[in-house]
């Protein structure tokens, strides 16, 4: 009989509210995880150890099966239905890396994340890794990869006002991240300075419940990379027409040039009282093509859970 290993995993979908392209060149970044959780699950026994098609063969996740094979049978699931973005590839090579360190009995936990970073470094250089940990940890998290720190905060009252929406749906808008890495951003050191500023000033903002200086920090950041040439013009022109209605503090893109969709902060306060302000909002959104992925970041979301 074959050692059948039975296993359901998940991690969150992400998206960073500021840090995008100023991660690669070592600064911190701010991660927002939340649900729908992109799963792995197991259970169908198979004769024979065997390296299973889950993922595409060149991803991170691909190349770490072909020297970790599995047993058994085992179904990935994308919430997001291979749209793109929030965080799927990620997710692929955390799900792959926990079943491969269950398999040598050694459960992965908190303490595991860099182990799992530093792996998926070696698969994937051009990218930073910074949303992988959060993914693993979950929540709202501040990572600097230099440091290895991650540090999570509960943001409360802010997190009821944060909306994500997807636009990768969209035909031709989405751009592959990894594709996109190969040819990297080139930008003044000016440039980097002031978006490492803009992420700790977001981080401040979140640390004293400030929420018109985190919409200034978003603003800023989304109009710094437009203006190095770092975010597509669907992105702009969404900004700008979501910026001019009531309610909003600050509305940036998110992804590789933006383009994979929009994070919107809206004035609590506004929110709280007048509850149809964040209606007519996400219907606005609605009819300029962008799907709302999450409207609530509140309650932390569970980083990778294994049972």
Request: charge should be neutral.
């Amino acid at each position: 009989m074959p050692n059948v290993l039975t296993k359901q995993l998940s991690v969150p979908s992400k998206a960073f509210l500021v840090g995008e392209y100023s991660v690669l060149e070592g600064a911190p970044g701010i991660v927002a995880t939340f649900a729908p959780r992109f799963t792995l699950g197991s259970g169908v026994a198979s004769d024979k150890e065997e390296t299973l098609p889950l993922f595409h063969p060149e991803s991170p996740a691909g190349r770490f099966l072909y020297d970790n094979p599995w047993e058994g049978i085992w179904e990935f699931n994308d919430p997001h239905e291979g749209a793109g973005g929030f965080g799927g590839s990620t997710a692929e090579f955390l799900l792959a890396y926990a079943i491969a360190e269950i398999k040598r009995e050694r459960p992965p936990d908190a303490n595991s994340v860099w182990d799992a970073w530093s792996r998926y470094k070696k698969l994937n250089p051009t990218a930073s890794g910074v949303d992988l940990v959060a993914q693993w940890l979950g929540g709202t998290v501040l990572v600097d990869t230099v440091k290895k720190s991650a540090q999570k905060m509960a943001i409360g009252e802010i997190g009821k006002s944060i909306l994500f929406f997807s636009a990768a749906h969209q035909p031709d808008r989405k751009v592959k991240t990894h594709e996109h890495l190969k040819k990297k951003a080139v930008y003044s050191t000016a440039v980097s300075r002031i978006l490492r500023e803009l992420v700790m000033g977001a981080w401040d903002a979140l640390s004293y419940d400030q929420a018109s200086q985190l919409g200034l920090a978003m603003n800023e950041y989304g109009d710094t990379l437009r203006s190095a040439g770092l975010e597509i013009s669907e992105t702009t022109e969404d900004r700008r027409a979501i910026a001019k209605l009531a309610g909003v503090l600050g509305v940036k893109g998110t992804g590789a040039m933006q383009a994979d969709g929009l994070v919107v902060l809206l004035d609590p306060s506004v929110v709280g009282e007048h509850l149809p302000h964040k209606d007519d909002i996400i219907r606005f959104a609605k009819k300029r093509n962008l799907v709302l992925i999450s409207s609530d970041i509140s309650s932390p979301e569970p980083g990778i859970v294994i049972k």
